[in-house]
């Protein structure tokens, strides 16, 4: 089905262990956005993506890293998970036109204990 | 810098009352306007968007919201609440412009109660 998937859809892992939150679309949109949802924060952006291979730092990228060697992919890593980093993750994407707002993923609820 | 504010945290409203969540916005540029809800573990959905041309804007669920250009202001309204409207809404931004282009700013969004 065409649309934007992540997973895991739960991950509970332990501090300090790497883990990796998949995102991936069908439409071949060029930007790409990882955001994470905590309460009483809003929404905050973690990187972005303008295309393959071009990404760049959001609001709250420490302790984040991500790749994106093909348009329609954008995994977003933890490379030492803390406790600080649980919380609900949103991956989305959107259109290189202006009057295009984005399409969200399921999100991902990590949990690091 | 742009951004957006929504001023209540929570709105609570009875069914079959009018309800209206506030969004004003702050931008360098033409500004296009979003809405978006957000219903218990389940990601965001688009509700309507504002692009040009008429400034009240209709769109999913009976949902409208008027743009004023001089208030700087994206109010979504609807004429009778419903329970299955509670939910968390929120406003977002986009100027295609420099470093922004392709981002969408949010508001913190608005926990939408509406009772029985």
């Known amino acids: 089905d065409a649309g934007i998937t992540q997973s895991p859809r739960y991950k509970i892992t332990e501090t300090g262990r790497q883990v990796t939150l998949m995102c991936h679309q069908t439409?071949?949109?060029?930007?790409m956005f990882w955001y994470r949802q905590d309460l009483g924060h809003g929404l905050r952006l973690i990187y972005y993506?303008?295309?393959?291979?071009?990404?760049d730092k959001g609001e709250v990228p420490d302790g984040y890293v991500v790749s994106r060697s093909k348009t329609e992919n954008f995994p977003l890593t933890l490379e030492s998970a803390t406790r600080s980093q649980t919380s609900v993750y949103f991956c989305?994407?959107?259109?290189?036109?202006?009057?295009?707002?984005?399409?969200f993923g399921s999100g991902t609820r990590l949990t690091v204990v | 810098a742009q951004s957006v504010a929504q001023p209540e945290d929570q709105v609570n409203v009875a069914e079959g009352n009018p309800l209206t969540v506030k969004c004003t916005y702050s931008?360098?540029?033409?500004?296009?306007l979003f809405w978006y809800v957000q219903y218990p573990n389940r990601g965001l959905q688009f509700l309507l968007k504002?692009?040009?041309?008429?400034?009240l804007v209709k769109g999913s669920y009976g949902f409208e919201a008027e743009f004023n250009k001089s208030q700087t202001s994206f109010h979504l309204k609807k004429p009778s609440a419903l329970v299955s409207d509670s939910a968390l809404y929120f406003c977002a931004v986009r100027v295609d412009r420099g470093s922004t282009l392709g981002r969408l700013y949010f508001g913190r969004g608005t926990q939408l109660t509406v009772w029985p």
């Open positions: 439409w071949s949109h060029s930007y």
């Open positions: 931008v360098s540029g033409n500004p296009y």
């Open positions: 993506s303008a295309a393959a291979d071009i990404t």
């Open positions: 504002y692009i040009t041309g008429d400034n």
């Open positions: 989305a994407s959107n259109k290189d036109r202006p009057n295009y707002g984005y399409t």
